[in-house]
């Protein structure tokens, strides 16, 4: 069985930083294929994803937000942490890690998220 | 603007079978595969389908899908209230490098 959780700010103030920890089990970094995506959700709005880390440390970012995010991951602790600059009140989304078992593929699975305002 | 297109909106009556579609290009759904989420109002997103046609376990039977060329589309048959919620597809594209969303459809069960 694969858990997820997101851990991190609920609130931030505009031009900090966010930094999020994802630490999940039943599934391994270690594993090929495996990878650790970033999605997040405006309030009523769709999906949008925002980045992904693979097994290997290859690592790919949404072409529109890539000079603001970085994906790193602690294989041994089962953790991948996610970083944006520069945040904006736009920013403020619900943001969900979602791991992959492939590379070049959507999620297949999701943590519960965690919502993040941005508001000073 | 999403890079995947989807009706903003769907509705059918309990038992009827319906279907979703969704659009893309020759480089995300027509050279890799598609999945489809369920969000009930919320709630995280739920993998419905993935690899275009595969469900998880507990995925319901009544929810299948398929690809054709650069377009996809999901059935659900045996229309259920518990069915409502938005549905969205996604795959990966080669031009942008990372997975492409569509606008997300939102089912209404009457």
């Known amino acids: 069985q694969i858990t997820l959780k997101e851990s991190g700010p609920t609130l931030v103030k505009p031009r900090q930083t966010l930094t999020l920890t994802c630490t999940f089990s039943?599934?391994?970094?270690?594993?090929?294929?495996?990878?650790v995506g970033w999605i997040r959700q405006p309030p009523g709005k769709a999906l949008e994803w925002l980045a992904v880390i693979y097994w290997n440390d290859d690592k790919r970012y949404s072409p529109s937000l890539k000079n603001r995010l970085t994906v790193t991951k602690d294989t041994s602790n089962n953790q991948v942490v996610f970083t944006m600059t520069n945040m904006d009140p736009e920013d403020t989304a619900t943001y969900y890690c979602?791991?992959?078992?492939?590379?070049?593929?959507?999620?297949?699975?999701w943590g519960q998220g965690t919502l993040v305002t941005v508001s000073s | 603007q999403s890079v995947l297109t989807q009706p903003p909106s769907a509705s059918g009556t309990p038992g009827q079978r319906l279907t979703i579609s969704c659009s893309g290009g020759s480089s995300n759904i027509g050279s890799n595969t598609v999945s489809w989420f369920q969000q009930v109002p919320g709630t995280a997103p739920k993998t419905l389908i993935y690899s275009n046609n595969q469900r998880p376990s507990g995925v319901p039977d009544r929810f299948s899908a398929s690809k054709s060329g650069t377009s996809a589309s999901l059935a659900i048959s045996g229309l259920q209230s518990e069915d409502e919620g938005d549905y969205y597809c996604a795959a990966w594209d080669d031009s942008l490098n990372g997975v492409v969303f569509g606008g997300g459809t939102k089912l209404t069960v009457l």
């Open positions: 039943g599934v391994s970094m270690s594993t090929r294929g495996v990878g």
């Open positions: 979602a791991p992959s078992t492939d590379i070049w593929v959507p999620p297949r699975y």
